[in-house]
């Protein structure tokens, strides 16, 4: 039974860190502060209200210290729901920009995709354990170990798990990725702003160092987004329609 009581441990640890790790365990590597931004916090709460989601601050995280990367999030539960802006972003991005971002960022909230990916996440990863157990149960004897639960078998059940994980991680970025379109289409409906929406893409792109055009075949097996060229095709189709 050691793939439930491992799969049991790896699912708690992820709704954990999924719930609290934006609240609680980031603030103890990067320091938090609130927005100073006067016009863009108001433009932020706005927009955060207006979608049905009531923020508790809007905070700036010292990034800049790390990395050159940008990133923002809706984080938190309840009452400690909060928008997470790096100084990055704030530094190197437009206010429309920036609000077009958090309008994804509450596409997300709105189709609830954080507890579906989750759900199928989790449906996944019970698989996996499972059919890494059958896998494993077939062919340790042909290593000459006495059991899975040898301890020189230990790096045969890592190579197996990462073996059988490449299976089901096209299957999880496949629906990420069709949670990603859906949430840049709820950005630009909300925001009717497919220049800032581009213009925010590209600086991510460039910032990130994102593959613009990566391979198809790359795309589908690691790829969680959709890349850049199709979202700001997606943009431009969009823009077209108006």
Known sequence: NWWIIAFGILFTFMVLMANLAPTLLFPLFYKFTPLENASLKEKLTKLSEENGVKVNGIFEMDMSKNTKKANAALAGIGNTKRIILSDTLLKDFTEEEIETIIAHELGHKNYNHIFKLMGVQTILMFLVFYLSNV?????????????????????????????VSLISMPIANSLSRFFEVQAD??????????????????????????????????????????????????????????
């Open 135 to 163: 896998v494993l149960n077939s062919y340790y004897a042909s290593f000459g170990f006495r059991g899975i639960d040898d301890i020189a078998a230990l790096p045969l059940l890592l190579i197996t798990l990462t073996l």
């Open 185 to 242: 289409t709820f950005a630009l409906k909300t925001t009717q702003n497919a220049k800032s929406f581009i213009s925010a893409m590209e600086r991510l792109a460039a910032i990130n160092l994102a593959e613009k055009e990566p391979n198809a075949i790359k795309e589908f097996i690691f790829y969680s987004h959709p890349s850049i060229a199709k979202r700001v095709a997606l943009a431009n189709s969009f823009s077209k329609k108006l």
